[in-house]
């Protein structure tokens, strides 16, 4: 089992940035790919941002390359998404999710996640 507790939600201006944060407990992230989703009411969960647990490879949705960044602290049990030049499209709950044994190709679909934290609210508005 793991549990994920994600913070540093909030609200802020367009331009703007916000880092939020996902602690991770329980069994051992060692072969965890750990990911960032977003949802908005009335859609499907939305792929961010994710990252291996083991070597720190990173993915991201074209969506948000070049202005979020996802890193871990190993020692910490965290997962960080950055994020930059945030806009009013931004606005979503954000949820972390861990999963295990996920192949290149399958790191975008939220399936394949099988841990899933509470979520956190970023609103951006002016």
């Known amino acids: 089992q793991v549990q994920l507790v994600e913070s540093g939600g909030g609200s802020v201006q367009p331009g703007g940035s916000l880092r939020i944060s996902c602690v991770a407990s329980?069994?051992?992230?060692?072969?965890?790919?750990m990911g960032w989703f977003r949802q908005t009411p009335g859609k499907d969960r939305e792929f961010i941002a994710a990252?291996?647990?083991?070597?720190?490879?990173?993915y991201y949705a074209d969506s948000v390359k070049g202005r979020f960044t996802i890193s871990r602290d190993t020692a910490e049990n965290v997962v960080y998404l950055q994020m930059n030049s945030l806009k009013p499209e931004d606005t979503a709950v954000y949820y972390c999710?861990?999963?295990?044994?996920?192949?290149?190709?399958?790191?975008?679909?939220?399936?394949?996640?099988?841990?899933w934290g509470q979520g956190t609210q970023v609103t951006v508005s002016s």
């Open positions: 999710a861990a999963g295990f044994g996920i192949i290149v190709s399958s790191i975008p679909y939220s399936r394949h996640y099988d841990y």
């Open positions: 329980g069994r051992t992230l060692r072969n965890a790919a």
């Open positions: 990252i291996r647990w083991s070597g720190g490879s990173t």
